[in-house]
């Protein structure tokens, strides 16, 4: 079996599941797509989500499903996604964009960052003026193509990397992945 088959047993269990929902078994698309990680306070500790069609309880990059014909999204893991989509090869490139944003979101911090006099950061990053400016103290701001971030995951900025990984979500949206 190569890497983009799925066994047949598999696809047969997931499409009974379908059909116990009364849910349609094909024409579903992705709604969007997200990550597990950005969902934790502790980037060590990633709480992995289940998958509702499978019951895989080891996935990190979620896709929200929908069909037009059905009346709720359903979240599941990346080959559930190819399978209920009918385009595993369209689910399996989601999933590999979100992994390579990861690693970029991951390594954003460590970038070489250009320290002006006042103490405020900057880097062009993907052709983006990207700007940390040190408000005094422990209060930071983001800027980056008009739009300013106070607040990363509902805290405010208090500290470098805090404020690189809002102008990380600024520079980098996963708006990009998604369908």
């Known amino acids: 079996m190569s890497m983009y088959e799925i066994d047949s047993a598999y696809v047969r269990r997931c499409q009974k599941r379908l059909r116990e929902w009364g849910a349609p078994l094909s024409g579903w698309y992705c709604e969007y ?4 990680a950005d969902e934790e306070e502790d980037p060590d ?12 309880s080891q996935v990190r990059f979620v896709h929200v499903m929908r069909h037009d014909e059905y009346f709720e999204t359903v979240s599941v893991g990346c080959i559930c996604a190819g399978i209920m989509e009918g385009d595993i090869l369209a689910a399996r490139e989601r999933e590999r ?7 970029r979101k991951r390594n954003f911090p460590h970038r070489q960052w250009r320290k002006n006099w006042y103490g405020n950061y900057q ?4 052709g983006r ?3 940390i400016n040190n408000k005094g103290g422990n209060r930071y701001s983001v800027y980056v193509d008009g739009r300013i971030a106070w607040r990363y995951k509902g805290k405010p900025l208090d500290n470098f990397v ?4 809002a ?8 708006e990009r992945i998604r369908p």
């Open 162 to 165: 805090l404020a690189a990984y």
């Open 123 to 126: 880097l062009t990053y993907r």
């Open 129 to 131: 003026k990207v700007f």
């Open 45 to 56: 500790h990633i709480d992995l989500f289940t998958c509702e069609l499978c019951d895989c």
């Open 167 to 174: 102008a990380f979500e600024l520079a980098d949206p996963i």
């Open 33 to 36: 797509i997200y990550d597990m």
């Open 97 to 103: 964009l979100m992994k390579n944003r990861a690693k």
